[in-house]
């Protein structure tokens, strides 16, 4: 394995790590909606009916409907 496998699996190490990190410590908080912005605070812990996420569920359903 060449060195520049080793650099690009350790970046993608950090990557996940930090992002579990994130969802770990987020969750530690009692955030219930990670990562959903437009929720808020007023996430009641049900993200498809904040009106941002099902916002954007709506836009990717119709990404993948042909």
Do not use: H, P, R
Not at 1 to 25: H, P, Q, T
Request: proline share 0%; charged share 20%.
């Amino acid at each position: 394995m060449g060195i520049e496998n080793f650099i690009i699996i350790a970046v993608v190490a950090i990557i996940v790590g930090l992002a579990s990190l994130y969802v770990y410590k987020a969750k530690k908080s009692g955030k219930k909606c990670i990562g959903c912005s437009s929720c808020g605070s007023s996430c009641t812990g049900n993200c498809s009916s904040c009106s941002g996420c099902s916002e954007k569920k709506q836009v990717n359903n119709k990404k993948t409907d042909f």
